[in-house]
């Protein structure tokens, strides 16, 4: 029996996509759970769009979910490297074993002739293949083509047979591969294509299950016809489903943020997304909805994985990410806002302020829209203080004769003068409210006054007159 090893093989050519975060952290739970290994493996096959601050963004992200890997870029391993870009030198030489043993070719047709040979087939209604014709090409012609200028594409000779394999979640699947003839895997320019080249990397890498999204199932037949030329065993397959947005469509731009990334600069908790991602085309065995990865690891069951559309809500998100903001410990809590603020603020005051936003904020970036006035006196006022100046002066001398500093005192206090003035208690508090935060909304009034100190609190109310 094979060690369990698994891989995720993201393109740097973009930040990580929710997709691809679903998809490595069903590879790492079906590694981690069969005390496997699992392997990231950048492809940036693509030289033009891929770019080094879009792998970077990879790495952290996955790292920020608490998805680490045994072997990566970063970190090297036994089958180094890991970036599709270096491993040149590994393709050719498969590629040249699969000539030398005839079951490969060069293939000298230009996109013309190829364009020419796909209409007629189409004219003639029929399924548009190769017909093959440069697969026993005379040495005098090949020669002449390569005088000529020509360089040749290599193509695997296609047996043209009906390949089975067994999809670890949508079961068997039977493909005629005659309808696609034989194909390109390699460029003119002698680079592999990215079929061969996953299919290459997965038998130097040892990888033993290809767990990936629905997008790459049509490459399985072609994959299967490689690994049986070069006579290596393949890995099981399993395609997992797109992540969908509310509307049933594809997971895109159109729906908002598509990157972890961005999910994390607005304030979201890494244990929320993974719970979240978690339940997404799986159901825990015994139908909890908050787990941690360690709960993940140990109750993962490929054969649980639904083929289905997992719908991706942002509002489903946000009650996760309240739930865990709420299940938080204070110093956890004032530690995440501190870090997500980027350490501007006195990370002892936001401890302090807390317990008053806890229950009131879902993603941490809720945080300054309620609290920004425990840290700068505000600018501006939700409401005109012209006509009450008699009032906010014995509110401040109210305030100003207490000899214990407390939310108990002031409100108190506060509310033995609205008695006494004979004011409504609503409008009496929304006043001394706003002149304290600048809001008509904000945490609770009389804890925030303990915590802004009886001298600022003063020292607002002159301010405001």
């Known amino acids: 029996m094979r060690k369990i090893r698994c891989r995720v093989a993201p393109s740097p050519t973009g930040k ?94 230009s996109k013309e002739e190829l364009e020419k040979e796909r209409q007629e087939l189409e004219a003639k209604k029929i399924a ?38 067994t999809d670890l979640i949508r079961g068997e699947i039977t493909v005629d591969t005659s309808l696609f003839g034989d194909f390109v895997i390699a460029r003119s320019d002698g680079s592999a294509l990215l079929n061969f080249a996953a299919t290459v990397d997965d038998i130097e890498m040892k990888i033993s299950h290809a767990i990936r999204g629905e997008d790459f199932i049509n490459m399985v037949p072609r994959q299967l016809l490689i690994f049986e030329a070069l006579e290596v065993q393949p ?17 895109s731009k159109r729906h908002g943020a598509t990157s972890v990334s961005e999910y994390r600069e ?8 993974i719970n979240y991602l978690g339940i ?67 990370e002892d005051l936001i401890g302090k302020t807390v317990p008053l936003i806890q229950e009131r904020i879902k993603k941490l970036s809720d945080y300054m829209p309620l609290a920004s006035f425990f840290f700068e006196k505000p600018d501006e006022y939700e409401m005109d203080f012209k006509d009450k100046k008699s009032l906010l002066d014995k509110m401040s001398e109210r ?26 208690t609503g409008e009496f508090f929304m006043i001394l409210r706003v002149a304290i935060t600048g809001k008509k909304i904000s945490p609770p009034l009389n804890e925030s006054m303990e915590i802004l100190g009886k001298e600022e609190v003063l020292g607002r109310l002159n301010q405001v007159k």
């Open 399 to 424: 305030l100003g004769n207490l000899t214990v500093w407390s939310a108990k005192e002031i409100g108190n206090e506060m509310q033995k003068l609205c008695n006494e003035l004979g004011l409504k």
């Open 266 to 273: 607005m304030g979201y908790l890494p244990e929320a997304m």
């Open 280 to 346: 997404l085309g799986y159901s825990m065995s015994d139908e909890r909805e908050f787990f941690n990865l360690q709960d993940l690891i140990k109750d993962f069951d490929i054969k649980r994985v639904q083929k289905g559309m997992p719908i991706f809500s942002v509002d489903k998100l946000d009650w996760y990410n309240g739930n865990y903001i709420r299940r938080a410990q204070n110093s956890k809590l004032k530690t995440q806002i501190y870090e997500f603020l980027g350490r501007k603020y006195p």
């Open 235 to 251: 890995p099981e397959f399993a395609h997992l489903s797109f992540l969908y947005a509310p509307d049933k469509t594809k997971l």
């Open 128 to 165: 548009s293949k190769y017909s093959g014709k440069c697969r026993n090409r005379s040495f005098a012609e090949k020669k002449r083509f390569e005088n000529d200028g020509r360089k040749g594409a290599i193509r695997l000779i296609n047996p043209n047979k009906k390949v089975v394999f």
């Open 16 to 109: 990580l996509h929710l997709g691809t975060a679903h998809t490595a952290l069903f590879n790492y739970l079906f590694a981690k759970h069969n005390l496997g290994d699992f392997i990231l493996r950048i492809d940036d096959s693509d030289r033009e769009r891929s770019k080094k601050e879009f792998e970077k963004d990879i790495i952290d992200s996955l790292i920020w979910l608490g998805i680490t890997w045994d072997e990566g870029p970063d970190i090297g391993g036994l089958y180094s490297p890991y970036r599709q870009s270096e491993r040149g030198s590994i393709y050719k030489k498969y590629l040249d074993k699969l000539l030398k043993e005839k079951k490969a070719y060069y293939c000298y047709c």
